[in-house]
């Protein structure tokens, strides 16, 4: 008597195979979060290695993720516009803002202390001036498996001669202005625009930085406190 073949089952291992071919490369700094262990546990085959840009890359496409409360801090210290400027070396990119269900996005109690229009203003200026599709999920397991489906899809090859970007000397000068709380990029071009330089904006009086900025120039009593 020819043994019976189970059908289903060929096709269950098959399916399974299938799903650990597609591998996802990982920064190391997320081994520790529970999107990474969903993966896993989801049979998705995972590299971990350190990535200049991005925390995942699957099928060509670098996935920049943030859970609320560090999307709004890094509104604050400015991390996310470099970010947002060095996955743009990715021709497929996209920002994961995680744990929706978890937090609220546009609560004026946010304890970074924003406006909800200030939060939606950057929302559409990542949308609108950088060209990254935003996507919104309810928490880590949900995140996964939206992963899980790019993973799926059929394979690309994912690039990974890319760099932090290297600011010129403009840029740099602006970048340590926008370090300090409520200097924004106009604010800044504004300063040097005048000033020509951090050393002579650092050395003016207050008098005549709030001719420039107004009550902004405030901030900049900090450079005489002592620590």
């Keep these: 008597m020819k043994p ?15 799903v650990k071919g597609k591998k996802i490369i990982i920064d190391y700094r997320e081994k520790k979060s529970l999107v990474a262990s969903e993966l896993i546990r989801l049979g998705l ?18 996935i920049e993720r943030k859970t609320v409360s560090d999307f709004l801090s890094s509104m604050i210290n400015k991390r996310l516009s470099r970010q947002l400027e060095e996955i743009k070396q990715y021709e497929n990119r996209l920002l994961v803002i ?33 060209k990254i599709p935003v996507l919104f999920t309810k928490d880590s397991e949900d995140t996964a498996k939206f992963i899980e489906i790019l993973a799926r899809k059929e394979e690309k090859e994912s ?8 600011l010129n000397k403009e840029e740099r000068m602006q970048f340590i202005l926008e370090g300090f709380p ?33 009550k902004k120039a405030e901030i900049f009593k900090i450079v005489e406190e002592q620590y």
């Design 182 to 214: 409520g200097i924004g990029p106009k604010t800044a071009k504004k300063l040097l625009s005048h000033f020509r330089s951090i050393k002579n904006i650092m050395n003016a009086t207050q008098e005549e930085l709030k001719n420039i900025i107004g």
């Design 98 to 130: 995680e744990g929706t269900d978890e937090q609220e996005l546009y609560t004026e109690d946010n304890k970074e202390g924003m406006h909800a229009n200030s939060i939606r203003g950057q929302i559409l200026s990542i949308l609108l001036k950088h």
């Design 45 to 62: 085959e995972t590299e971990f290695r350190e990535l200049k840009v991005a925390d995942y890359l699957v099928n060509g496409i670098a």
């Design 159 to 166: 690039s990974l001669n890319v760099s932090k970007k290297t």
């Design 4 to 18: 019976i073949h189970d059908i289903f089952s060929k096709k269950k291992a098959k399916k399974a195979r299938e």
